[in-house]
């Protein structure tokens, strides 16, 4: 797809301000020229080969005053909207890189915004101003191997108040990131007598604190990964850490984990949408060069032309529903759109599945090696319909809702 017909489809429904559409080309550009020419590095030789390269994009990121797009500019950032900087997301997602080479990517972005939130003054100068600046990295280690994920008010990681200090036991896994991170969130039991949603908090942890364990990168379809483009197991063993790490108040480690993956599900959504652009475009470009017989291409055969179609509907009808989403958080609240944002995080990702699927089976053999990003997106992506809540828990949520309207 030419860039202008991509502008077109991005903005042409919605009222952008100059300073706005200067910020998507800007972001489209530097994506194009910048990023997809290195990302397969990150593939083929891992993050931390990568690293000193992605490092130098950032300082080309910081000089074009793009950092942190979406971060209130009093801390540094461009202060976007949740719905402005779901624009963005969907033009960083177009490549493996986008997000980390803005300094918005999962999980920094989300323990960025509740340290902002309900951070002490000294738990943002020692944590969350590095981690503003790129100069760390941090992580959330919540979900357990012993119980579902599905249900997070169920965990067996305890914080026993001892003096000044908790003392942190527990066995966690799929702690994105951690490989490298300076620090993790910790959800832990603190309160183990009051009422499910009261009892778990969350704390903050450096990583070289005694007893912390990084046990193993999780191989995910086979792939471990390095640094950031990982996903770890943890031990925490009688690991002590200050009262004074205690991220807001004891009991509200879950409300504040709601708060995060509100908006935290319109980034990802976004992105997902911007993965599913470049396989579209991927798919579309193959189509039209792959000879299968003398004179006809792949796209002359209608099987793709329907795939063609029907990604092109299925990606334009997702985009509006997540901005409208995004537009009723910024002006309603993350209760009023509750609803929406589970029908986004199901149905979003189940049209990315489709999408990548499609570009693989157009590229054939080629779209199962590692020569083009769809097949590492289809290893790690998905794990969409899992991460944030599993398909069914959204759709069993959002359907109980609806029907008591009824009754």
Known sequence: ???????????????????????????????????????????????????????????????????????????????????????????????????????????????????????????????????????????????????????????????????????????????????????????????????????????LVPLDTPGVERVRNIPVMGETGDGWGSHAEMRYTNVRVPKANLLGKEGHGFAIAQNRLGPGRIHHCMRWLGICERAFDLMCSYAVRREIAPGRTLADQQTIQNWVAESRAEINAARLLVLDTAHKIDTLGHYAARDDVSLIKFHVANVLQHVLDRALQTHGGLGMTDDTPIAYWTRHERAARIYDGPDEVHKWSVARRILESYQ
């Open 1 to 203: 797809m030419q860039l202008q017909e991509r502008e077109n489809l991005s903005t042409s429904l919605f009222d952008l301000s100059p300073r706005q559409k200067s910020i998507l080309s800007a972001i489209r550009e530097f994506v194009r020229e910048e990023l997809i020419p290195v990302e397969l590095d990150l593939i083929h030789r891992g993050f931390y080969a990568l690293e000193p390269v992605l490092n130098e994009k950032r300082q080309k990121v910081k000089a074009l005053g793009l950092w942190l797009p979406q971060i209130p500019s009093e801390y540094g950032g461009l202060g976007l909207s949740l719905f402005e900087h779901g624009l963005v997301s969907q033009e960083l997602g177009q490549t493996l890189i986008g997000h980390y080479a803005f300094n918005c990517q999962a999980p920094d972005s989300g323990n960025m915004e509740i340290l902002i939130e309900h951070g002490t003054p000294d738990q943002q100068e020692r944590f969350l101003k590095p981690l503003l600046n790129g100069d760390i990295r941090s992580c959330f280690s919540m979900t357990e191997p012993e119980h579902a994920g599905s249900n997070p008010t169920v965990m067996s990681t305890t914080a026993i108040s001892d003096g000044d200090n908790y003392v942190i036991n527990g066995h966690k896994w799929f702690t994105s990131s951690a490989d490298g991170a300076a620090f993790a969130v910790v959800m832990a039991i603190t309160n183990p007598e009051d009422q499910k949603h009261s009892r778990a908090s969350q704390i």
